[in-house]
């Protein structure tokens, strides 16, 4: 019997093998690979509780197999470790506990941020993490986590008071501020280099009611640089995401603004219901939008995505950051919307500042706090023959507009060394090591933007 069938014993219908139905919807990803075909795991562990976690890591070391971990929603990067790997699938493990009174949330291993926000949310409070509600809150928190709250509450892991994790050697462990304080420091920007996140402990901040909605335009460099300006310049209760996009053909738009550059506009006011005109004055006196449903509502209403495509969209994104935009800057940046290859492209802009860079620099393992705007270029396609023309763009794209070698780990297509070093510059990747090399010396978690220990 192989170490796999001791698994299968234990797991029993839980332990997923290629060749069944269940196989691939249990791997079926929201972002396709050009080369998903050639990283198809051995086998999916779908793990309900720490134990779960400790004995498919043990399977997995015994058997030889690499091993990755899916802790519930989307992600934009591909890792060779995928091909022939235990994925250790952390979906089932869903809990979220909500302790109004201290302010605390719990959320298991897999839960996405639209189920923890609702139940948060009851009570009226919210940790901030990103724009998307389908998002997994592990994976998220482990990168960083940047959305419509972290001018006012900081980055996700800003949020984060402890973790619950389960470490190569199948040890569990808690990491906090008092426990275990290295690992703490690296899971907070550090990705999933050093464990399996089972549970995780979060603070919450008073949130009901919220001003925001969508404002798109027909953007002009004085327009956007306009934006970015009084953006960098606002309360930090004021926060947007900020798309110089390729207008997909909504009905709400415009026809003739169909497949142009358009200026897409996400913005959340979390102040004082009564100030929230005077904080969006500065925007409106820009310009007439074509479309305005700004307007106040319940917090949760803004992690509304759109609807999910049954075909695979395959993604390539570049992202950096710059300090400021000019007109000559923002010009660039609608040039290369209209320019790309693809149907669905755009500079994203998220105004950092705030209490994002009241934080140390070095608290963390996410490097780029005294940056005052994270800029990414991306790229989707459901034709897999446009990626060299896409991947050249973005590439093209992220060179023009002088996003610079940084980067931000969840918003990352490669998973090179380069990339690596890009997400954790100088010192940061140095100290990321040394925690590697303490927690996860043989590098078993290597399906990821990978630290190595060496």
């Not at 591909?78 to 719990?106: K, Y």
């Amino acid at each position: 019997m192989t170490t796999l069938d001791h698994l299968d014993t234990l797991l029993g219908e839980r332990l997923l093998r290629p060749g069944t139905d269940s196989f691939t919807t249990a791997t079926r990803l929201e972002f396709a690979g050009l080369d998903d075909d050639r990283r198809v795991p051995s086998a999916v562990a779908q793990v309900t509780g720490p134990d779960d976690v400790a004995a498919a890591l043990r399977a997995a070391r015994e058997s030889g197999a690499p091993v990755a971990v899916r802790t519930g929603g989307h992600s934009y990067a591909r890792h060779p470790a995928l091909a022939g790997a235990v994925v250790i699938d952390t979906r089932r493990m869903d809990g979220v506990e909500i302790d109004a009174e201290r302010r605390l949330g719990w959320a298991q291993g897999g839960v996405l941020a639209r189920a923890y926000t609702d139940a948060a949310f009851a009570h009226g409070l919210a940790t901030g993490f990103g724009d998307t509600p389908t998002v997994g809150v592990a994976g998220l928190t482990l990168g960083g986590g940047i959305g419509f709250l972290s001018r006012r509450d900081g980055l996700t892991i800003d949020n984060l008071l402890s973790a619950e994790v389960v470490l190569a050697d199948g040890s569990v462990v808690t990491a906090d501020a008092d426990q275990h304080p290295d690992l703490f420091w690296a899971l907070r920007g550090g990705g999933g280099n050093f464990g399996v996140v089972t549970k995780l402990g979060l603070r919450l901040t008073p949130t009901t009611m919220v001003t925001g909605g969508m404002l798109v335009f027909d953007p002009t460099p004085a327009l956007v640089a306009g934006l970015l300006t009084a953006l960098l310049a606002a309360p930090d209760e004021l926060s947007a995401m900020v798309n110089v996009m390729r207008t997909p053909p909504m009905p709400f738009l415009p026809a003739e603004m169909h497949g142009r550059p358009g200026l897409l506009v996400l913005p959340c006011w979390s102040g004082p219901a009564e100030d929230a005109e005077r904080a969006f004055a500065p925007i409106r006196a820009l310009g007439e939008p074509v479309v305005d449903t700004v307007g106040e509502q319940p917090y949760p209403a803004l992690l509304e995505g759109p609807p999910g495509s049954d075909q695979p969209v395959f993604p390539d994104v570049r992202t950096g950051f710059v300090d400021a935009v000019d007109e000559e800057w923002a010009a660039a940046a609608i040039d290369v919307v209209a320019t790309a290859p693809t149907p669905m492209a755009v500079v994203n802009l998220r105004v950092m500042g705030g209490a994002i860079a009241r934080v140390s620099t070095d608290a963390t393992a996410f490097a780029h706090r005294d940056r005052g705007i994270m800029a990414s270029v991306g790229a989707m396609f459901f034709d897999p023959t446009l990626a060299p023309a896409a991947q050249e763009w973005t590439a093209s794209a992220a060179r023009r507009l002088t996003t610079g070698t940084a980067g931000y780990v969840n918003f990352m297509t490669g998973a090179a060394a380069s990339d690596v070093e890009a997400a954790y510059p100088g010192e940061t990747l140095e100290r990321l090591r040394e925690v590697k090399r303490t927690y996860d010396p043989e590098n078993v978690f290597r399906a990821v933007h990978n630290v190595h220990p060496a």
